[in-house]
Structures are given as structure tokens and as C-alpha cells.
């Protein structure tokens, strides 16, 4: 019996000097545990940041695009609608001084209005107003109301080109330079499409047109 309490006591004191060893693996274990999953969090955190920015990035290239094609469609169009609205070249012309005036006043707005409202909001609106207003040119039956809405769409062209880039420079920062360079040339493609876009949409024929070279 005293040999089998000495065996009792024996391995309940190697039971307690290990305990404190085992406490201590479990413990370093949880520690490896947590800083995994706050890794794994990090990592994940990362990849949706970078989709969100990957997603941002290719919708200001598609509205670019968007807006370079708008740039151009007016210089195959311009004798096309001079014959709808019976004007002469040199009273057609006006549209380009109103469209003018347009980008001035849109690169004013656009840059005291994209600090003060939300991006999102400013970039959605002025979009769909480019699209109305450039869709409205071959319905209006006078010269001048196509005056005003040149005037209109200057400023929303030129308030949604800052919008995109000011939007482009808050999403990557310092490293900016080469998703600006592939904005613009999203904006090149786009006005080099622009014309043929229309070219199905023209006159057949010059000669149906009420113009003649005096020169």
C-alpha cells in the first residue's frame, strides 16, 4: 500500500510540473491561430480593396471612351444638320462658339462641384446629362435652341473629363501616372470611333445639300 501511494504521489506531482508546459504550448498555439486568421482577414481585406479599385478604374475607362466618342460626332454630322435646320456653314458655325463657352463654364463648375457633392452622384449625373443632351442635337427644329444645348453640352462634357480624372487620382494616389496615361488614351480611341459611329447615319449624297463653293 505505501508503494502504491508513493506511485500515486509520484505521478501526481509529474501531472502538475507538466501542466504548466501544456498551458503554455496551448497558449503560443492560440497566438499562431489568431495571428493566421488575422492574416487571412488582411489578405482578403486586400483583394476586395483591390477589386473595388480594379472596378472603379474600369468604368471611368468606359465612360472616357464614352465621352471621346461625343467629342467627335459633331464634325462628320455639321452639314447634315445645317440641311435639317436650312443654315449656311457660317451660321451653323455658331455652335462651335456656344460649345466653346460650354467647356469654360464646365471647367469652372465641374471643379467647385466635384469637391462639394458626392463623386459618385456628380459622375452619374453629369453622364446621363451628356447622353441626353448629345441625343437631342438632330431634334431641334432652330438654330439657336441647338446653340443653347452646345452650350449645354460643353459644360457637361468638360465637367465629366475633371470628374474622371479627379476621381482616377483619388483612387491611386501616388502611382496615378499610368492609369492616367491609359484614361486618355481611352478618351483617344473613343474620338477616333466617334466618326464611325455616325457614318451610317449620314447623307448619301453631297448634292442634296444647299451649298456650293463660290471660291
Known amino acids: 500500500s505505501k508503494q502504491n501511494e508513493q506511485h500515486q504521489s509520484t505521478g501526481a506531482l509529474t501531472e502538475t510540473a507538466d501542466n504548466p508546459r501544456i498551458s503554455h504550448s496551448d497558449h503560443n498555439h492560440n ?33 472616357m471612351l464614352g465621352m471621346g466618342s461625343m467629342h ?21 458655325s455658331t455652335i462651335y462658339v456656344t460649345q466653346g463657352i460650354g467647356f469654360a463654364v464646365g471647367t469652372i463648375a465641374g471643379g467647385l462641384l466635384i469637391d462639394r457633392v458626392p463623386k459618385t452622384l456628380f459622375m452619374v449625373t453629369v453622364t446621363v446629362m451628356t447622353a441626353i443632351v ?69 447623307g448619301k449624297e453631297l448634292e442634296e445639300k444647299p451649298f456650293s463653293n463660290i471660291t
Open 31 to 63: 497566438i499562431s491561430n489568431g495571428k493566421q486568421i488575422r492574416s487571412n482577414i488582411a489578405i482578403r481585406t486586400m483583394r476586395s480593396r483591390n477589386f473595388s479599385k480594379n472596378l472603379h478604374t474600369a468604368m471611368l475607362y468606359t465612360v
Open 72 to 92: 467627335t460626332v459633331v464634325g462628320p454630322t455639321f452639314l447634315d444638320l445645317a440641311y435639317n435646320l436650312k443654315a449656311s456653314v457660317k451660321q451653323i
Open 134 to 202: 448629345t441625343a437631342s442635337i438632330p431634334h431641334w427644329p432652330k438654330l439657336w435652341m441647338l446653340s443653347i444645348c452646345f452650350l449645354f453640352r460643353g459644360a457637361t462634357i468638360r465637367s465629366l473629363e475633371i470628374g474622371c480624372n479627379v476621381a482616377l487620382l483619388e483612387l491611386w494616389g501616388i502611382d496615378s501616372s499610368r492609369p492616367m496615361q491609359a484614361l486618355h488614351f481611352f478618351l483617344a480611341v473613343g474620338c477616333a470611333s466617334g466618326p464611325l459611329l455616325v457614318q451610317p447615319f449620314l
